[in-house]
């Protein structure tokens, strides 16, 4: 099955720094790749994704990129600020009999100091 | 504001009692997910289910954990006899071919 790697597992950065977590995942058959944010005692929630005809997509401050032949995907964060602070997970999904099933990464702590 | 709906949002309970999570998808999705997370550790993966049916449960302790999709309004999650080693937030997630995944706000379990 899919494995996805995810570093690193936490993150310090001072507010207006940029943030950049990777991902590596196993199957070449992956073809979706969302991030998701958990911020404390929330539930995980969509902030990005990209799927594998793209190499690079951007909304606002933060960015994903793609690179399908080295089977990685990064998160992007510019001009952090303190409510960037909570855990993100990245994940891939491949498509087969079993689905869309997707597989987390295992989550990077970000902590923006003002 | 379609939602993922989970019940209880809290539950204490005794080792070795019994403990159903229940799980409302989003109306129209048909894949859903069950994962456990740990002090804020990653998102383990107990579950799916596609159109209801079960598609891997590899990551589920078979002897005490079990999954069903009753009808598709509604999925739980079962442990018998729970365990201290079972305390955790179980999330649940819906989502389709063409929409990511929704999480619900999860259900905490605590087992003393």
């Known amino acids: 099955g899919e494995n996805v790697e995810q570093h690193p597992s936490t993150l310090s950065v001072q507010e207006g720094d940029s943030a950049v977590i990777k991902c590596t995942y196993s199957?070449?058959?992956?073809?979706?790749f969302p991030w998701y944010k958990q911020e404390l005692g929330k539930r995980p929630q969509l902030i990005i994704d990209?799927?594998?005809?793209?190499g690079e997509k951007k909304d606002q401050r933060i960015a994903v990129t793609l690179n399908k032949t080295a089977k990685h995907f990064s998160l992007h964060i510019t001009e952090t600020q303190p409510e960037d602070s909570a855990v993100y997970f990245c994940?891939?999904?491949?498509?087969?009999?079993?689905?869309?099933?997707?597989?987390f990464g295992g989550g990077t702590r970000l902590m923006v100091k003002p | 504001d379609a939602r993922v709906t989970q019940t209880p949002r809290h539950k204490v309970t005794e080792m070795g009692q019994e403990v159903t999570m229940r799980c409302q998808p989003i109306?129209?999705?048909?894949?859903v997910f069950w994962y456990r997370q740990t002090m804020m550790q990653g998102l383990e993966l107990l579950a799916y289910?596609?159109?209801?049916?079960?598609?891997?449960d590899s990551g589920m302790p078979k002897d005490r954990f079990s999954a069903e999709m009753p009808d598709a309004t509604l999925a739980t999650l079962k442990i018998q006899p729970s365990e201290p080693r079972d305390s955790a937030v179980y999330f649940c997630?819906?989502?389709?071919?063409?929409?990511?995944?929704?999480f619900g706000q999860g259900t905490r379990l605590t087992v003393v």
């Open positions: 997630a819906s989502g389709s071919q063409v929409t990511e995944a929704f």
């Open positions: 199957d070449s058959a992956s073809n979706y």
């Open positions: 990209i799927r594998s005809n793209v």
């Open positions: 994940a891939a999904a491949a498509p087969g009999v079993a689905g869309n099933m997707l597989t």
């Open positions: 109306l129209g999705h048909n894949t």
């Open positions: 289910f596609r159109n209801r049916a079960p598609l891997d």
